[in-house]
């Protein structure tokens, strides 16, 4: 019990029946109710202390050292400690060497601060405990999500009155689906479509990571073009040759991105759709992270052609700021989970007007409960506050990366995702009139150079910003490394992002300007 | 609005910065921290003494009359309600026509009654929101998972100390996953055999819903014998056959269940590994209900031959009684998930030792500190005391309903499953004696008077079993309606079991004896 050494010695704590009750019945005297309660304050508040001193990715206790402390293989026989206990080791033991995702610093993942209702939400879920596979184990909850998911698919579709007064309650009908997580939500698509072609862009980050999808084969990756959007002429193209050369298959989808991971980039959408309904494909969108852009009416025109998808996914816990984790699945058309037997359990839940037979499996919890509650306390407004916020920081943080002498500017943001690098200006210049070995070779030094510097700056522990790689001049061998940030944290400011930027070239200019 | 309208009048708030800021940053002074503590208070007692005065699936308000007040599908531009009336909504209005899953009269499905404690642990993990994805999102509690996946792989397989030393915290190797719900987890170990066969029983069952499975054509269902396990003799005769006339075709792996979702039935697992051994095919466990009963020192031994699954899938949200949904994944060989090259996302997380790389999507909420947190709190006889209580209450119920004369006992509980149904002995004697013909025609006015009686229970809305249907006699015409009992619940009791059995004898004698 290394990690607990600090926090009390070996326990007598026994497991029996008595203490067995305790925890499941809720204590009734107000002593036991005012215990329960302090547990509930500290962990509101002593995590939050702590989450507030600690800015950045924590403290320097390396993962190897932390992971020497975590080597207890053995389930104790008896109980090991009580509630108080955990909660008191979680906050001084845990939370210090977890990743303070809510500091405004913290600007590398698409994950963030969280509004702090959206734990007494989830609160509220867990205490429920319903199960949303089955009417019988959910019953209103599985209302109120036929009503959010309408919402949200009038968010993107914006069909007639009339159309949602139809569907939004129709046991017929499905307007779409929460399922878990994102890559779910893009994975059990491509699953549906394994027997033929898919094309889309840049395959491992619409689809998630590449292990897994089973057919990589039936999958057609499309060319990007400069601006790291789908090609349409080799989209155009690919077509053309499937339908020369192998007339018998059968392009089943073709899936643009609105918000790459990568970059934040939007696919030509209404491009795509026109290529897509001339040639009888389905057109599905993987708005996982922009989808929450149609909030904003000042930007939402950037999605545009988002409404002529045939389905759609976002992600719940991306830019609706929802606890981990809940995708969603929109199809324009009400009668499409039918026709693509999509997802057996939820048809059969909401098919099944007699409540006695059990349908299988699919267990999950009662996400949509938080969004209703989300989207009620927040408005659109307030969301479209967050999503403004971010493009119009990301903005003004491009222009303050393209000012510095130092960087450059790798892709601007089209949303509220930017990547650039250390690459001074004579760098720039010089990249700009070399051939091609030589091109390469400056890169490679100045891949080293952001590797170190975006390592060295995690490590020091006061801001965060990731790192990723792109391929570059169509040149395979040329690759080059990037830093990314994405803003969607409010409290992240143009000032914080000088900071950062302050930061990294201090690093730069005292540890690694030698390299190159 | 017309599920708040008892609640409130419209509201007059408005999205605005201020406001904003003040969901993303928790109040510092001592009134609004007491507000939020308040309304954590409402959610941890209003919920409960709510649920405690509504035993069974709450009142008779018609899902149909329900969702007639759930059609508004505008997402309202600016906040329609404070939190505080968020909850005071949830508590009064939603959780009376919730499914109280936690009532010991509720025992028709997997879903029961959780310890208190599991809420605070789960308000913990939303807080924190750390998304186990990344490393760097992540840091310690990916540790901590590294170490739970070790303590339960070490109730599955039991290897030496050595073995856990080595592989606990090995960046290089994996013992097991996290996943997203029961269901993904049996259904990623199909996607990977699905280029070949998979021999399972029971298709449906162990593989979840089946528009789930993209390939059903490559998954070879085995009959069950009279017990409902895998029939030993139909396995290998499909494998001889497959060798035989198909000599091409790989069979990657065979499934044995450790718990069907039916009937809590255990195949018979030593016979299946002892075949593919042979065969040198995957031997895949779900045990996503029975793997808890490995807590039992007095039940284990129905799990004998788990230890030579080379996986086993295994649910949290099950019978470790964490709250919705934790499904998770575990290797024999902690190699093999590099071999079966299954999730690409983990096995980068942990390969990656610069972690200035990202990983790609995949998002998910930290359900191991969950667990870890249970087992500590729990220890194994904890759980092992539900287990057993579990296993002989069933069966003690299946032995009241043998003694009853109005009742024939289906399927007898193996674990803590069993399934009956409404037939007067009379009857049962007469169906033994009787031809195909008319054996058909007496299941069939039985099966209406057992759908009829459970939905009058239901209805009635003190306690709740659920209902499915068998194929008996090999006749594919001549099915059965069974009534069918998940005992889970600790405060679930023989005596509570009496009284569902009264009340369904009373509707049957009172309301539905005229149709046989």
Not at 49 to 66: H, P, Y
Request: aromatic share 6%.
């Amino acid at each position: 019990m290394a990690e607990y050494a600090t926090i009390q010695p070996k326990t007598d704590l026994v497991a029996d029946w008595e203490r067995l009750f305790k925890v499941f019945i809720r204590p009734e005297d107000d002593d036991c109710r005012a215990t329960l309660i302090k547990y509930m304050e500290r962990i509101l508040f002593g995590l939050h202390d702590f989450l507030k001193k600690n800015v950045g990715i924590t403290e320097a206790r390396s993962l190897k050292d932390l992971s020497e402390s975590f080597t207890d293989t053995l389930i104790s026989e008896n109980p090991e400690k009580k509630l108080a206990d955990v909660i008191t080791c979680l906050i001084k033991e845990i939370a210090p060497h977890a990743v303070n995702v809510a500091s405004p610093y913290f600007v590398g993942h698409m994950t963030s601060a969280i509004p702090f209702f959206m734990v007494h939400l989830k609160t509220i879920v867990a205490a429920l405990n319903q199960n949303v596979v089955k009417l019988e184990t959910s019953k209103v909850v599985s209302i109120i999500e036929k009503q959010v998911i309408a919402k949200i698919h009038r968010m993107i579709y914006d069909k007639t009155e009339a159309f949602y007064r139809e569907h939004v309650q129709n046991a017929d009908t499905s307007l779409g689906a929460f399922v878990e997580g994102g890559t779910t939500a893009a994975y059990d698509r491509a699953q549906h479509v394994s027997d033929v072609v898919v094309a889309l862009r840049d395959l491992l980050s619409s689809m998630g990571a590449g292990g897994r999808i089973t057919h990589q084969e039936d999958i057609l990756p499309i060319d990007l073009d400069a601006s790291n959007k789908i090609n349409i002429h080799h989209l155009k193209n690919t077509i053309s040759r499937l339908k020369t050369h192998s007339p018998r298959t059968c392009i089943l989808a073709i899936v643009g991105i609105a918000g790459a991971t990568e970059t934040g980039t939007v696919d030509p959408l209404e491009q795509i759709a026109e290529i897509c309904s001339r040639h009888k494909i389905h057109f599905h969108v993987d708005a996982a992270w922009g989808g929450a852009t149609l909030f904003s009416k000042k930007y939402r025109h950037l999605l545009s052609g988002i409404d002529f998808a045939d389905s759609v996914t976002i992600d719940g816990h991306k830019q609706f700021y929802m606890p981990m984790s809940c995708g969603m699945l929109y199809f324009k058309d009400p009668l499409s989970m039918d026709a693509i037997a999509y997802h057996a359990n939820y048809v059969n839940r909401w098919g099944s007007v007699d409540l006695g037979i059990k349908t299988l499996s699919g267990s999950r919890e009662a996400n949509s409960l938080v969004l209703d509650c989300a989207l009620k306390i927040m408005g659109a407004k307030g969301y479209s506050l967050l999503i403004d916020h971010g493009i119009e920081t990301a903005a003004d943080f491009a222009e303050e990366i393209r000012s510095r002498d130092n960087f450059q500017l790798v892709t601007p943001p089209e949303l509220n995702i930017l990547t650039y690098r250390i690459c001074p200006r004579n760098l720039q210049n010089r990249l700009m009139r070399v051939g091609a070995d030589e091109r390469r070779q400056i890169n490679q030094k100045l891949n080293a150079v952001n590797r170190d510097l975006q390592r060295i700056q995690r490590e020091a522990g006061s801001s965060f910003v990731s790192r990723t790689k792109f391929k570059v001049n169509n040149d395979p061998d040329d690759e080059i490394v990037v830093l990314r940030s994405v803003i969607m944290n409010p409290m992240t400011t143009i000032s914080i992002l000088r900071e950062i930027l302050d930061e990294q070239e201090e690093i730069f200019l005292k540890q690694l300007q030698h390299l190159i």
